[in-house]
């Protein structure tokens, strides 16, 4: 049988993506093409995913369709019989995956919304509508191949069968590889621009409460998070969330107001808050806030920049180590605090980085430098805005090199396990076509790849 290969983790941008503009571009007329159980694909799916494809490699032959097909049948399988397991997903799983798909999207659009929604046609409550029940879809997939897949466990008798099946020229080459350790350092303000801060904090505080001015109106003019200040339902808003979600000075202070009630001044470390609860269910709130940052100046920076370079002077000198400096000085809200310092590469899970990957800066910051060595201080934004800097430890380097049993091992399990992962869900797939319903369109029915599915089903019955 032809691989089933299940593409269960793209990103939701492709998704995003596609089908809005896709919605804007009715070229296709639609049909379905496929039905599987209780569910059924459509040709402009196909179509979708092959155009965005094709985007992405200009030279994939028109048969391609055959395979992402055969993709999409595997996970409608996996949605249908996720339903009818009753596997759950929930909204507020959906509202926070979209929320941050949205957010990477707007990354593209330096975090504009007016300039995201001009290029999409919609407000952004309308893409997030246009694949609300797509990514619903999604994650039931995964949750049901999860659920597929849990007991797949990799020996390293296996990984080492599965390294050793490899034709020697086929291996693949692996570039350039580098680990890293960080300091990420905010910038602290004076006392002089906190003061400020915290004046047009009060003074909005007392516009709402005092005046009777609209919070929403306020928020959307003065708020220092945009991105809730620019909110489709209303400025400031920040939709429904569960406990935990929130800083703990802000979440101690919205669980204790009542419906409609605004909050006193709270500070916490992003800056001076004010919040009105809207709802709340049980521990799921709904509030927005307006958020006032204390202005970091040009003094403040360069002050910052001289500290960390006095910090890297002393690693270099061997007067302190950049473990003792990571907790000193590291912003206990990044991924490498509670981790030595260490960036994981979030693609891989891992430590490593191919040198092409990382961020410009990053890169001159540790070119020339031995393991050990830290590079100067790099100054850079946050996604919210906030200008910080990092130092940069360069922890070792590899050479580019053919995978390698012993130097990749990770790598090469990683691997091994995905493939058993695999087989595992392909067996599951034609066990399962035996008792549930296919139907393929005849303009499909050539695929090679489609037929084995077709002749299980004719064999019972289907």
């Excluded at 995956?97 to 929604?117: H, I, M, T």
């Excluded at 039931?140 to 849990?150: H, K, N, Y």
């Excluded at 620019?230 to 009542?258: C, H, I, S």
Aim: hydrophobic content about 35%; proline content about 3%; overall charge negative.
């Amino acid at each position: 049988m032809t691989k089933i290969s299940v593409l269960l983790s793209a990103t939701l941008l492709c998704l995003l993506s596609t089908q809005v503009q896709a919605q804007q571009e009715k070229a296709i007329i639609d049909r379905v093409i496929a039905s599987i159980g209780g569910e059924i694909i459509l040709l402009s799916e196909v179509e979708e995913q092959f155009s965005y494809a094709k985007s992405q490699q200009k030279d994939l032959p028109d048969e391609y369709r055959c395979v992402i097909l055969q993709n999409m049948i595997v996970q409608k399988m996996l949605v249908n019989q996720g339903k009818l397991d009753s596997v759950k997903v929930t909204d507020i799983e959906i509202e926070s995956q979209l929320g941050a798909r949205v957010d990477r999207l707007l990354g593209y659009f330096n975090q504009d919304p007016k300039a995201l929604e001009e290029y999409y046609g919609q407000t952004i409550d309308q893409i997030k509508e246009t694949t609300r029940n797509d990514l619903h879809n999604q994650l039931l997939a995964e949750r049901m191949q999860s659920q597929i897949t849990d007991k797949a466990t990799i020996t390293p008798s296996e990984v080492k069968v599965f390294y050793g099946n490899i034709p020697r020229d086929s291996l693949p080459y692996f570039n350039a590889e580098v680990e890293i350790r960080e300091i990420v350092y905010k910038p602290k303000v004076s006392e002089v621009e906190r003061d400020k801060a915290r004046q047009k904090i009060d003074d909005l505080r007392q516009r709402i409460v005092d005046s009777g001015d609209d919070f929403a109106n306020l928020a959307k003019k003065y708020s220092d998070d945009t991105g809730s200040a620019n909110a489709p339902t209303g400025g400031g808003d920040l939709g429904w969330q569960k406990r935990g979600t929130f800083v703990p000075e802000f979440e101690a202070m919205v669980y204790k107001l009542e419906k409609n009630q605004i909050s006193p001044v709270v500070q916490t470390e992003f800056g001076f808050h004010i919040i009105e609860l809207l709802e709340r269910r049980g521990n799921l709130i709904h509030c927005r806030h307006i958020l006032v940052k204390a202005e970091v100046t040009e003094t403040d920076l360069q002050a910052a920049e001289k500290l960390m370079d006095s910090v890297r002077t002393f690693v270099m000198a061997k007067n302190m180590t950049f473990s003792q400096a990571v907790k000193l000085y590291s912003d206990k809200n990044t991924q490498s605090f509670n981790n030595d310092g260490i960036v994981t590469n979030q693609q891989s899970g891992n430590s490593f980085f191919e040198v092409a990957d990382l961020d410009t800066d990053v890169f001159f910051s540790i070119d020339g430098l031995a393991p050990g060595d830290v590079g100067k201080p790099v100054a850079f934004r946050a996604p919210d805005g906030t200008q910080m800097y990092r130092l940069v430890q360069l922890q070792s380097r590899t050479k580019p090199h053919k995978a390698d049993l012993k130097r990749d091992y990770n790598k090469i399990q990683k691997a091994a396990l995905e493939q058993k992962k695999s087989t595992f869900t392909e067996k599951w797939v034609l066990e399962k076509l035996k008792t549930t319903y296919l139907s393929i369109a005849p303009m499909f029915q050539k695929c090679p790849n489609l037929q084995e599915l077709m002749e299980i089903q004719d064999q019972t019955g289907k």
